[in-house]
C-alpha cells in the first residue's frame, strides 16, 4: 500500500503503474482452492491436467485476476475504491512443481479520466511473452 | 453437442444468504498474498469509512456458485460438458463494497449464449443484494464451451 494516494487532480490518461512481478506457485495454488472453493483438479493434480492435453497444473483464472488486481489496490489503496474489474482470460498460467512457479507481470496505465471523478485503468498481464488477460480494466474512485 | 439454448434467461434456484465473516475475507486475502490492512484490520477500515473490514475486489467470487461447484449449470439437460469448458471472461461492478458482517443473497440467472467460431459462451450473472435488499455488485461469467457450436 502506498504512503499517499493519488488524486484525481494529478492524475492523467497517460498516467503509468510501474509493472511488478507476482509469482504464483503451486502452494499459491492450493491455497487460493481452499479459499476460494474452487477445487477443479486441473489446478493441482499433474497427471489429470496432462491427461487433458495441459502442459501441467494451471493457475485458477480467478487467481490471475485477483493478483493483477493487487497492482491497482495498492496504487490506489483503499480497495473499497474499485467500483468495476473486468478481465477476459486469453492463455493458462502453467505452473511447474518447482520453486519458481510461474511469473506473473503486471502493468498499468490510466486510460480514461470521467467527469464523475473516477478514471479507468488499463492492465498488462503477461507470463514471459504472453498476454494472459485481455481486456483487464477497473474503475476506481479517486 | 450444442448448449441447450431453452436455458437462456433461466435463473438458479434460490440459496441460501451467505454471512460474510472477517476469518472468510482474511483467508481470501491471504491466499491471493495481498497484505492490504483494510482486509484485516477493523480499525484501519473504519478509519477509512467502513463499518468493518472490507473485501478483495475479487472476493464474491467464492461466495457464489461460479467458485467451483458449478451449481445449476451442472445440470444434464444444459448439455454443459465441463471437460471441454474454460474461463472466458468475469466482470464484477459494485454499487458499494462487500464488507465482513454482510448477509448476500446471490441471484444467478443464464443471460445469454452464443456462438463465437466452434466455441460456444454462456454467459451467466449473479446479482448480489444484502439483507436490506439493496444491491451490491453484479458479476458477470462468461463460460466457453470448447467446440460445441
Known amino acids: 500500500m502506498p504512503s499517499s494516494s493519488p488524486t484525481f487532480a494529478e492524475v492523467q490518461v497517460g498516467t503509468e503503474i510501474p509493472a511488478r512481478e507476482f509469482q504464483l506457485k503451486r502452494e499459491n495454488l492450493v491455497r487460493y482452492a481452499g479459499a476460494s472453493g474452487d477445487f477443479n483438479v486441473i489446478h493441482w493434480n499433474e497427471r489429470i491436467a496432462k491427461s487433458v492435453g495441459l502442459p501441467n497444473v494451471i493457475a485458477h483464472g480467478m487467481l490471475t485476476m485477483a493478483t493483477a488486481g493487487r497492482l491497482v489496490t495498492d496504487w490506489v489503496g483503499d480497495p473499497g475504491k474499485v467500483l468495476r474489474y473486468g478481465v477476459r482470460f486469453s492463455r493458462p498460467v502453467v505452473v511447474e512443481d518447482d520453486d519458481q512457479g510461474a511469473t506473473l507481470t503486471v502493468s498499468g496505465v490510466v486510460e480514461e479520466k470521467n467527469d464523475d471523478g473516477t478514471v479507468v485503468v488499463g492492465l498488462t498481464a503477461t507470463v514471459g511473452d504472453n498476454k494472459v488477460l485481455m481486456g483487464a480494466k477497473a474503475v476506481v474512485r479517486l | ?149
Open chain 2, 1 to 149: 453437442m450444442p448448449l441447450n439454448r431453452d436455458w437462456i434467461g433461466r435463473k438458479a434456484p434460490q440459496g441460501e444468504p451467505v454471512e460474510i465473516t472477517r476469518n472468510d475475507i482474511r483467508r481470501f486475502a491471504a491466499a491471493i498474498g495481498d497484505d492490504n490492512p483494510l482486509y484485516t484490520d477493523r480499525a484501519a477500515a473504519r478509519a477509512a469509512g467502513y463499518p468493518d473490514v472490507v473485501a478483495p475486489p475479487t472476493f464474491l467470487i467464492s461466495a457464489s456458485t461460479g467458485g467451483g461447484d458449478g451449481g445449476f449449470i451442472r445440470d444434464p439437460d444444459l448439455r454443459l460438458d465441463f471437460g471441454m469448458v474454460v474461463h472466458g471472461e468475469e466482470t464484477f461492478a459494485f454499487t458499494r463494497p462487500v464488507v465482513a458482517g454482510d448477509v448476500l443473497t446471490m441471484e444467478q440467472r443464464i443471460q445469454d449464449m452464443a456462438v463465437k467460431g466452434s466455441n460456444e459462451l454462456l454467459t451467466l450473472v449473479t446479482e448480489v443484494t444484502d439483507a436490506a435488499g439493496e444491491h451490491v455488485a453484479s458479476i458477470t461469467n462468461v463460460i466457453v464451451s470448447r467446440g460445441t457450436a
